[in-house]
């Protein structure tokens, strides 16, 4: 064989090894020359099917940005004395990728226990309205400071917090229970009836009658009633009406039971005046 050597094998063009074109084998010398092994060949054919398997996804951790993959080309020509750990160190020297991305606000936290109970007839306060947030802000109670609530359990007081920086923290709320003990007061009434102060005494309908936050308004027969508890109470008495002046009726107590609330609204004079008018 041209250009072989007695103990070496036939060298081709660019210094690698002679092959049987037709029998895909490399050749083997003759007179007992060293045959080149079938495992030039499964190298060659294990680094070929290396570099074109599916993507190598080299995961990169880039700190204060965005995680990114970089990927090895599927056809990149890579030297086979370039191990894969050598490969990844070399993908792994990737820029840093800036990535823009939205902060939400936070929602502030808020700590409020369920009060302790209170007596019927005691006014809710900063003892049981006591919620605090975990940043500056106000709160908003429901039922506010100074409402007295009726006797039972598991009322339910609510707080809103709207925090001093708006465009960082949301608005946030919280609900608690409160156990009000005590029995209702006894339901009393104060019932009337408005007429005119003349002799007849004629029942006036639509008459405003207003005692405290209450206010009604008389029938055509005259009355009214009020449901209130016991204690004492100032009513006042209007009639949408210039003949008539406003009455009043003061202190009527319902102590010892139901009211009575009887009412003569005042007629204003009425008269003729004559005379000549002299311009002077």
Same mark, same amino acid.
């Given at each position: 064989?041209? /250009?072989?050597?007695?103990?070496? !094998?036939?060298? *081709?063009?660019?210094?690698?090894? @002679?092959? =049987? %074109?037709? &029998?895909?084998?490399?050749?083997?010398?003759?007179?007992?020359?060293?045959?080149?092994?079938?495992?030039?060949?499964?190298?060659?054919?294990?680094?070929?099917?290396?570099?074109?398997?599916?993507?190598?996804?080299?995961?990169?951790?880039?700190?204060?940005?965005?995680?990114?993959?970089?990927?090895?080309?599927?056809?990149?020509?890579?030297?086979?004395?370039?191990?894969?750990?050598?490969?990844?160190?070399?993908?792994?020297?990737?820029?840093?990728?800036?990535?823009?991305?939205?902060?939400?606000?936070?929602?502030?936290?808020?700590?409020?226990?369920?009060?302790?109970d209170i007596?019927?007839?005691?006014?809710?306060?900063?003892?049981?309205?006591?919620?605090?947030?975990?940043?500056? /802000?106000?709160?908003?109670?429901? !039922?506010?400071? *100074?409402t007295v609530?009726?006797? @039972?359990? =598991? %009322?339910? &007081?609510?707080?809103?917090?709207?925090?001093?920086?708006?465009?960082?923290?949301?608005?946030?709320?919280?609900?608690?229970?409160?156990?009000?003990?005590?029995?209702?007061?006894?339901?009393?009434?104060?019932?009337?009836?408005?007429?005119?102060?003349?002799?007849?005494?004629?029942?006036?309908?639509?008459?405003?009658?207003?005692?405290?936050?209450?206010?009604?308004?008389?029938?055509?027969?005259g009355k009214?009633?009020?449901?209130?508890?016991?204690?004492?109470?100032?009513?006042?008495?209007?009639?949408?009406?210039?003949?008539?002046?406003?009455?009043?009726?003061?202190?009527?107590?319902?102590?010892?039971?139901?009211?009575?609330?009887?009412?003569?609204?005042?007629?204003?004079?009425? /008269?003729?005046?004559?005379?000549?008018?002299?311009?002077?």
């Open positions: 064989m041209a /250009g072989s050597k007695a103990g070496f !094998p036939y060298v *081709g063009a660019g210094g690698q090894p @002679g092959r =049987n %074109q037709n &029998l895909g084998q490399p050749l083997t010398s003759k007179g007992g020359f060293l045959s080149i092994r079938n495992s030039i060949q499964e190298k060659e054919q294990e680094e070929s099917t290396l570099l074109n398997s599916a993507d190598i996804a080299i995961p990169v951790s880039v700190t204060g940005k965005v995680n990114k993959v970089i990927r090895a080309s599927q056809n990149e020509l890579i030297d086979n004395r370039i191990g894969i750990s050598e490969l990844a160190a070399e993908n792994n020297a990737a820029p840093n990728v800036d990535q823009a991305f939205t902060v939400n606000q936070a929602t502030p936290i808020i700590t409020w226990a369920n009060p302790a007596t019927y007839g005691t006014a809710l306060s900063g003892t049981q309205l006591n919620a605090a947030a975990s940043v500056p /802000g106000g709160f908003v109670y429901t !039922p506010a400071a *100074g609530l009726s006797a @039972g359990a =598991n %009322q339910i &007081l609510h707080a809103a917090f709207t925090p001093t920086d708006t465009t960082n923290y949301t608005v946030a709320s919280k609900n608690v229970i409160i156990n009000v003990t005590g029995t209702l007061p006894s339901i009393l009434y104060i019932n009337g009836t408005v007429t005119n102060n003349t002799l007849l005494g004629e029942p006036l309908a639509g008459v405003t009658v207003t005692t405290g936050s209450q206010t009604t308004t008389t029938g055509p027969d009214y009633s009020f449901a209130v508890v016991s204690g004492s109470y100032d009513l006042t008495f209007n009639k949408n009406d210039i003949r008539y002046y406003t009455g009043s009726l003061n202190a009527v107590s319902t102590v010892s039971g139901d009211a009575n609330g009887d009412f003569a609204l005042q007629l204003k004079p009425v /008269g003729t005046i004559s005379g000549t008018v002299t311009v002077v």
